[in-house]
């Protein structure tokens, strides 16, 4: 046996149960929500029965595909089909991303030997950019990451022809994944192959704008591309822009200092830096900060770029005595790794912290079990994801009673799920405090169930 070929699987055979466990874990602790599990959930579920991806929960017929371009969820719908729920999809995407692992492993090991190659196959699991992003309900990006791993990795080894090849389905993941397919094209031809980065860049441009300019508006209820607006000119100096305020830089530095910096050594580097420009050229402040999912594909293409920034250091480090093939630099990323996720989503897992419940949420279920399946149910954005699997599910407070007219925005929903308490999404508390009053008085709603701080309330007209 290869221990060389082996060890890379084995890395992501340890990682992806770890990820489902995180995953798995916080949805059964009413943890996850509807924005945005539920509504992955919904487009699946249609997809699995041969449908449009119609998802309630962003209104009364919307089609996701007019919110963003990921047909790439139709794989899922085989083994939906077979394991209909949430649990589907979470696990699904721990398996995509641990699978990120094996060519970025395998790189480590061709650069540091196989004990290097293992720890830092390790600290790349590990990463923190990985972890919220499995810790984050679930996101098309997941699919993009062990894609984007595997044409990175190929970049490294100058093998431009598979790189392009890895690349290239990532236009089916998402539209702006167009923008890494282009940086691509861009690097291959910067390193000599003029054709094939040429002609990478303009299919990539061209899918881009078709996808953004005509498919999605063509698909979405209001005829438009609805975040177009993120990255419009605010006015000012450019440079400002993409440098302040301060949060970016941190952003850069926690994203780098797991490889000690020496992505910085290398040409891969601009991969990530054509990505981070355009983030942090949005608007949003949001998207300016690690965690969630959006840091999930910058970490194969800057843990890359560090290894073979260690690849062009390894020859200086060789004239010292008794160090070895790069283990100890491995190490240091690995520390590094360790420090900033010591109280991350796996560390919870691995302690047991994680799984340690009150028993509320079994409360929850039981009180959600009196909602029939097959229903139309509004659900507060916390409970919708535990409806999704056998309900269809709008957000609440957006919903018309039967026999209204539903109408964009507001599909009709014979019972109501919600929290005593809620939360400030989607609107103000006060405004939901308001509407749920008004469906009690005079709107035919009746509370059939209650517990554990949730409610459940059904049309009964008269």
């Avoid at 590094?336 to 340690?356: C, E, M, Y």
């Avoid at 039967?402 to 609107?427: C, H, I, Q, T, Y």
Wanted: aromatic letters at 8%; glycine letters at 12%.
């Amino acid at each position: 046996m290869d221990f060389r070929r082996v060890l890379p699987w084995s890395v992501a055979a340890l990682f992806a149960p770890l990820y489902a466990a995180v995953s798995l874990t916080r949805h059964a602790r009413l943890e996850s929500s509807g924005f945005d599990l539920g509504i992955f959930e919904e487009a699946v579920r249609a997809y699995s029965r041969l449908e449009a991806p119609v998802v309630a929960l962003k209104g009364t017929g919307f089609n996701l595909l007019g919110d963003h371009f990921s047909p790439v969820l139709a794989v899922l719908a085989p083994f939906y089909r077979l394991w209909p729920g949430p649990g589907t999809l979470l696990v699904a995407q721990a398996v995509l991303v641990a699978l990120s692992a094996v060519p970025v492993t395998a790189y480590a090991v061709r650069v540091l030997g196989p004990a290097g190659g293992a720890v830092a196959g390790v600290a790349y699991g590990l990463s923190a950019g990985l972890q919220s992003a499995v810790a984050f309900d679930f996101h098309e990006v997941a699919f993009a990451v062990p894609l984007a791993a595997a044409a990175v990795v190929a970049l490294a080894r100058e093998r431009y022809g598979p790189a392009v090849a890895w690349a290239l389905p990532l236009l089916l993941v998402k539209e702006d994944q167009a923008l890494l397919v282009a940086a691509v094209g861009g690097y291959v031809w910067w390193r000599g192959r003029r054709r094939l980065g040429a002609v990478t860049v303009l299919v990539a441009v061209a899918a881009g704008l078709l996808v953004t300019l005509v498919v999605i508006p063509a698909v979405n209820p209001g005829g438009e591309y609805t975040y177009a607006h993120m990255g419009e000119p605010d006015g000012g100096n450019p440079v400002v822009r993409l440098l302040f305020p301060a949060v970016k830089a941190l952003t850069v530095l926690l994203l780098l200092a797991p490889t000690l910096l020496l992505a910085l050594r290398s040409p891969l580097v601009l991969l990530a830096g054509v990505l981070l420009a355009a983030r942090f050229w949005v608007v949003n402040p949001a998207f300016w900060r690690t965690g969630q999912h959006y840091d999930a594909v910058l970490v194969p293409l800057l843990c890359t770029a560090g290894l073979h920034g260690v690849g062009l250091l390894l020859p200086r480090l060789g004239r010292l005595p008794r160090l070895g093939r790069g283990l100890p630099v491995a190490a240091g990323m690995l520390a590094v790794t360790v420090a900033l996720t010591a109280t991350g989503p796996v560390a919870g897992v691995l302690s047991g912290d994680a799984r340690r419940g009150d028993g509320r949420a079994a409360q929850v279920r039981r009180v959600l079990a009196v909602v029939p399946d097959g229903a139309r149910v509004a659900a507060a954005n916390r409970l919708a994801p535990q409806l999704t699997g056998r309900c269809t599910v709008s957000l609440f407070p957006y919903l018309t009673p039967p026999g209204g007219a539903g109408g964009w925005g507001r599909p009709v929903a014979e019972w109501v799920a919600v929290l005593e308490e809620p939360d400030a999404f989607p609107v103000p508390v006060a405004e939901q405090r308001r509407f749920l009053a008004g469906l009690v008085d005079g709107g035919g709603y009746r509370r059939v169930a209650d517990g554990a701080g949730v409610a459940v309330y059904h049309w009964q007209p008269g």
